[in-house]
């Protein structure tokens, strides 16, 4: 297809998962869990993602480059090929769609796997595929686990390029694989991500946005706040706030439309639990939660969760959680948030929340991650590239950046 066509059709498609999207959106809620009116969200992102990378399909161009006047150089973008996709559970379709799009955008072919906890939305992407009219084997699904199918796809010769949204661990394994054939990578996997806030900060907002980037998708967020620096000025009126309003948040099944659902699976139940337990014996200081509410005697709901006095050393303090439990560390200067901030071995988000803009801009310098906002969470949405540095990950998700993952640049030199 030309790159007009190719629009057109990812156009068309947005359309078409947007007319499903309440079955879309059931099924994510059913797979994973979570509140329908979060599925609903996420659906909506997944729209919004094909119309973006639509309507860039027919502004992807090259360069000509000034050798002198006895030659003409230029370069041309080609797309790489077939390409895997491999997507966690905690945002089934939306993690597909964020690579899907701009591949198919690209001109590429692509094999979407879904995670074996969540494959029930993009077996019904495949009906909306066909209803779409790509062209016979532009769009491909396969279902399976990570060990068997995933790796069978990362080690195919025919697969010229990966990306991988998931944990380090599989990251890393798949990098080696990859390595085996050359073949670029896509990583996305996650951090331990600080949010830092100052005496001069709006706390109320602060406190609003720690809710949301610390209990939102019952926590199983790459990009959640999961460390809170605060200084000690306003550490304690924070925490009241804070505290106050993480226990209005409602915990149940997802068809009550609650503020948290249940975790996405018993692995991930058994996960978040330990790290709570080690927790209290390595000697943090649990301020509220850490236990299923009440009402349930079953089920893999959890509380929202507060530690204090938590030392850096221990894994609560390092590990990603991916569970409704943040963790806060006091702070008294800049440069110790820094360092702190920066002492473990990923980067994928670090929060800045200051009245004080210079201050503020001149710390995004000083912290090592592949995002960092100020004066609120989850910024960006589409169109701004995301990533991590150091083992949160390589290269760029979204924007053009993201379309430009699935290129490779041709140069074409030609003496006159
Ligand atoms: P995982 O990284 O093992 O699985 C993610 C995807 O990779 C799934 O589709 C899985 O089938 C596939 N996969 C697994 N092993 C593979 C292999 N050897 N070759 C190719 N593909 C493979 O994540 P898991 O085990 O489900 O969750 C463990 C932890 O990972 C979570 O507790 C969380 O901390 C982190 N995680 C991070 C995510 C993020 O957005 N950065 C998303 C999901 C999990
Ligand atoms: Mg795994």
Not at 114 to 122: K, T, V, Y
Not at 137 to 155: C, D, F
Not at 194 to 208: E, G, L, R, T
Not at 226 to 254: M, Y
Request: proline letters at 5%; hydrophobic letters at 40%.
């Amino acid at each position: 297809l030309t790159p007009f066509e190719r629009g057109k059709l990812l156009y068309k498609f947005s359309d078409i998962i947007e007319k499903n999207s309440n079955n879309l959106s059931y099924l994510e809620s059913l797979d994973v869990g979570k509140p329908k009116s979060e599925a609903e969200g996420d659906i909506n992102g997944v729209v919004n993602c094909f119309r973006y990378n639509a309507g860039a399909a027919d502004k992807i161009e090259g360069a000509t480059i000034p050798l002198g006047s006895e030659f003409v150089d230029y370069t041309e973008l080609v797309p790489l090929g077939v390409t895997a996709h491999i997507v966690p559970w905690n945002f089934p379709l939306g993690m597909a769609a964020r690579s899907l799009a701009p591949a198919l955008a690209a001109g590429c072919t692509v094999v979407l796997k879904p995670a074996e906890q969540s494959s029930l939305s993009a077996i019904a992407l495949g009906d909306l595929i066909k209803e779409a009219g790509f062209p016979e084997g532009v769009i491909n699904i396969v279902t399976g686990y990570g060990e068997q199918a995933g790796s069978m796809l990362v080690n195919h010769p025919l697969v010229k390029g990966i990306t991988f949204t998931g944990s380090v661990e599989t990251g890393k394994i798949i990098y080696g694989n990859a390595a085996k054939g050359i073949k670029p990578v896509v990583l996305e996997l996650g951090g331990k991500n600080p949010m830092i806030v100052f005496p001069d900060a709006n706390i109320s907002k602060a406190v609003d946005d720690a809710i949301d980037a610390s209990f939102g998708n019952s926590g199983q967020v790459c990009s959640s706040s999961s460390r809170l620096f605060l200084h000690e000025d306003i550490s304690e009126e924070f925490l009241k706030e804070f505290e106050d309003k993480a226990l209005k948040l409602t915990v149940g099944p997802p068809e009550e439309n609650p503020n948290l659902g249940p975790l996405a699976s018993e692995e991930q139940y058994d996960k978040v639990m330990s790290y709570i337990n080690q927790g209290i014996k390595d000697g943090s200081k649990l301020r509220f939660g850490g236990t299923r509410p009440n009402r349930f005697s079953k089920g893999y709901y959890v509380m929202p969760t507060l530690f204090e006095k938590v030392d850096m050393t221990t894994q609560l303090a390092k590990d990603e959680i991916f569970g409704p439990v943040a963790i806060v560390h006091n702070f008294k200067q800049e440069e110790e948030v820094i360092k702190m901030a920066n002492a473990y071995d990923t980067g994928l988000v670090a929060g800045i929340y200051s009245e004080n803009i210079s201050r503020s801009l001149n710390l995004s310098r000083h912290l090592d991650f592949g995002s960092v906002w100020i004066n609120g969470w989850f910024i960006g949405g589409l169109q701004a590239p995301t990533g991590g540095v150091k083992m949160s990950g390589i290269g760029r998700e979204r924007g053009m950046p993201g379309i430009h993952n699935y290129l490779y640049i041709k140069n074409i030199g030609v003496h006159l």
